[in-house]
């Protein structure tokens, strides 16, 4: 439980992509384990929903931020509104993104600059916006969530592994220049979860792994003491190649 955080004080989770099937699996663990949670994405609706069902689940709703990751002034007023609310940032998870298959030769610009706006830029900005105060802090956790196709390319999903490469990257050099720090900084690269991301039916969904296979991950990784950083994690599917 919170092994990281050497206070009394309940420990804070930023969670992007928090209305996802992955963001939603990771608050539902880390408020289960005593986080307090501060959820984003762009809909505030399915948000709430969101913090109801963790509410009917005997975990605290959280606060409920509405931004574009890919927003620079959206980040900078987000990260400003945690920090009023809840004076610290322990862990932040990055888990909002987005998908959208289709043949290389086929790929519009204006799909691939929204795709690598979200995936790669909202990764950029948010680290950036909460290395701030966990610089002050000197702790913090930021664990992202990447995919497989950030290691291997995909047939139709250039665009989402070009953007997926970018996020490991980033993290790796992030991670290089922060660790010193005493940030710790875990990169989760998942293969295929049975989300909404998906919509190809439930057949397929029956061989991929669960939202909360990852956010197992996830916990796994800020249960570590201190002294120990799960800087990359990768989960396959059993069968996938
Ligand atoms: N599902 C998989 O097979 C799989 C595998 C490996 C990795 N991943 C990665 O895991 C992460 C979560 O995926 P998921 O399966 O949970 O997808 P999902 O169910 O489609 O959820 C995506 C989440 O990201 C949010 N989001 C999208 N664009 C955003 C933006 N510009 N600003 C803020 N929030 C934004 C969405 O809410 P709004 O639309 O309301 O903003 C939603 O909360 C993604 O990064 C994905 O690439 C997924």
Redesign the pocket.
Known sequence: MMAHVEKAQRATALI????????AAIARRLGSEGYDLAL????EE?LKSTATSLRDAGISGGLILP????DPEAVHRMIEEVMGHFGRIDVLVN?????RAGFFLRTRLDEWNEILR??LT?VMLTTQAVLRPMRRQRSGTIVT?????GRQGRETLSTYCAS?FGVVGLMDTVRREVERLGIRVTTIL????D????QDGPERGER?MR?EDVAEAVSFSLRLGPRAVLRELVLHNPDSE
Not at 40 to 43: D, F, K, N, S
Not at 145 to 149: E, H
Not at 195 to 198: D, F, G, L, N, Y
């Open positions: 992007t992509g928090a209305s996802g099937g992955i963001g984003v994405a762009r809909g399915r931004c574009d990751v890919a888990s909002a993104g987005t998908s979200i995936n909202g969530i990447a995919s497989l196709g997926k998942p293969g295929e979860v989300t909404a991301m998906h991929r939202p």
